[in-house]
């Protein structure tokens, strides 16, 4: 499966973005996906992840009630609503995709190329 995220860009602290996964190669519904982050100088980490269906998602401790993870599998997208923005969710953010189930760790077996998310204070 090949996935590209866009979506990123220049926003103040306190605002919102909706980040797209998009997928092609095979069908996004056979995989459970996530969203990860890696800010300069950091390790990647763990955002948000979806399940088959979309019925079940869980969140990092920072974002919880800020970032939203959905699906739609008939489109073959995976998105990050993200709201209420801090300079530390600066970030180049990937989305990944996991066949086996749900990954709460970063190291997602398959991601592709991130959308630079910078948030101004």
């Known amino acids: 499966v090949q996935l590209q995220a866009s979506g990123g860009e220049l926003v103040q602290a306190g605002g919102s973005l909706r980040l797209s996964c998009a997928a092609s190669?095979?069908?996004?519904?056979?995989?459970?996906m996530g969203w990860l982050r890696q800010a300069p100088g950091k390790e990647r980490e763990f955002v948000a992840a979806?399940?088959?269906?979309?019925?079940?998602?869980y969140y990092a401790d920072f974002v919880k009630g800020r970032f939203t993870i959905s699906r739609d599998n008939a489109k073959n997208t995976v998105y990050l609503q993200m709201d209420s923005l801090k300079p530390e969710d600066t970030a180049v953010y990937y989305c990944?995709?996991?066949?086996?189930?749900?990954?709460?760790?970063?190291?997602?077996?398959?991601w592709g190329q991130g959308t630079l998310v910078t948030v101004s204070s």
């Open positions: 990944g995709a996991e066949p086996t189930g749900i990954r709460t760790s970063p190291d997602y077996p398959y």
């Open positions: 190669g095979r069908p996004l519904s056979i995989y459970t």
């Open positions: 979806i399940n088959w269906s979309g019925g079940n998602t």
